[in-house]
């Protein structure tokens, strides 16, 4: 198993998150980003840029994903494609995109853009808080434990 993180709009505590279990789990773990993204020397991190453009890294991380693998992202859409082709995908608040609740969200999306688009004001996210780094650290944990072999 990997973990691809869609890394342009990732918080950094949740990236350092990563790059510790990376190197205490000994596990590949690949942000995927259009700017430059600097990580730590590790043989277990890697960062890759792709040229801007619409859903370019999304695509890039679809084309890579094997299935099983996790990825991390606030993407909806790029949450169904991970789906779609047997990946987990995991949201930086610790909440996991499923096939239940998929549809549900891209639906809830397309209504909020659609106000926004007609001039209604619909707020944005709440502030990341240290509750939703507590709870992406606990999911992630919680999902790694499931997933990785035992070892020996």
Not at 16 to 41: S, Y
Not at 91 to 107: H, M, S, V
Not at 121 to 136: E, I, L, N, Y
């Amino acid at each position: 198993m990997e973990i691809w993180v869609d890394a342009d709009a990732c918080p950094g505590v949740i990236k350092d998150i990563l790059f510790r279990v990376a190197e205490r789990l000994q596990l590949q773990v690949t942000l995927i980003a259009n700017q430059l993204i600097r990580v730590p020397g590790s043989r277990f991190i890697r960062a890759v840029q792709v040229p801007s453009g619409p859903d370019v890294a999304d695509t890039e991380i679809v084309e890579r994903l094997a299935p099983g693998d996790l990825v991390i992202t606030g993407d909806i859409p790029l949450a169904a494609r991970v789906l779609e082709k047997g990946g987990d995908a995991l949201n930086p608040r610790g909440e996991f995109y499923t096939k239940d609740n998929i549809a549900q969200q891209l639906t809830m999306r397309a209504f909020m853009e659609e106000l926004r688009s007609g001039g209604v004001d619909t707020g944005g996210p709440s502030a990341f808080s240290q509750a939703d780094r507590q709870q992406f650290a606990n999911a992630l944990d919680r999902h790694l434990v499931k997933r990785r072999p035992a070892p020996g």
